[in-house]
């Protein structure tokens, strides 16, 4: 299955608080699991990536805790801000063996952060 | 800024025409990903090149083609144009294949009336 589904579709949190997005996959085949970030009117711009050989990666306030047995990854985005609202996209790398780069994306969630 | 260029910004066109999409990459890169973002199927990979070679197809209808000419940039062509064409093209890039960043420019909106 070439799909990655991505949970909620919109997500309202207060500044301060806590953001979580969930994804999941049916492809073990997936190795390399990016998260985008899109403004309006720009185009999507990496987040912070995770491979399948760790269970959690940590850049700043952003997060990506990864279960390979669920086939399930999530980011996190502590102590959000007016300026992370946008809308976020999880995605995933089939292992082509370096021949392509061809990601699957989520269907994106429109976070709102309310100040 | 990502450092990817894409031309031009707004394009609206007739149903039956044909347009052309330029997408100029981050300097030094060698691969260029062409991605369709619309309402209905998001973020859909088109094409792939890499050096001048196709690389890999994805969900590219045959009235679209691609190519990258030898200076790296690269044209989307979309011929007999439908209003379900009507979408945002995006150009991404990146320095190598094998899960390297990829780097999106901020998109063609094409509107087909």
């Known amino acids: 299955q070439q799909q990655v589904k991505q949970s909620p579709q919109s997500l309202i949190v207060q500044k301060g608080g806590i953001s979580i997005i969930n994804c999941a996959y049916e492809n073990t085949a997936f190795d390399y699991f990016p998260w985008y970030q899109q403004f309006p009117g720009k185009g999507p711009a990496l987040l912070i990536a995770?491979?399948?050989?760790?269970s959690e990666k940590k850049e700043g306030r952003f997060t990506i805790s990864f279960n390979k047995s669920a086939k399930q990854f999530s980011l996190h985005i502590m102590d959000s801000q007016p300026g992370d609202s946008a809308t976020y996209f999880c995605a995933a790398d089939p292992n082509y063996g370096g021949a392509t780069n061809k990601l699957i994306f989520g269907t994106g969630t429109l976070l709102a952060v309310q100040p | 800024d990502s450092g990817v260029t894409q031309t031009p910004k707004h394009l609206i066109t007739a149903t039956g025409q044909r347009v052309t999409l330029r997408c100029s990459p981050r300097s030094g890169d060698l691969s260029v990903y062409w991605y369709q973002q619309s309402l209905d199927q998001g973020l859909q990979f088109l094409i792939h090149y890499y050096n001048g070679e196709e690389r890999a197809k994805g969900n590219i209808l045959e009235r679209f083609s691609a190519q990258q000419f030898p200076d790296l940039h690269s044209e989307l062509n979309l011929s007999s144009l439908e209003l379900g064409d009507s979408a945002l093209y995006f150009c991404?890039?990146?320095?190598?294949?094998?899960?390297?960043?990829?780097?999106f420019g901020n998109g063609t909106r094409l509107t087909v009336t």
């Open positions: 991404a890039s990146s320095a190598w294949v094998g899960n390297s960043p990829l780097h």
């Open positions: 995770i491979r399948p050989d760790v």
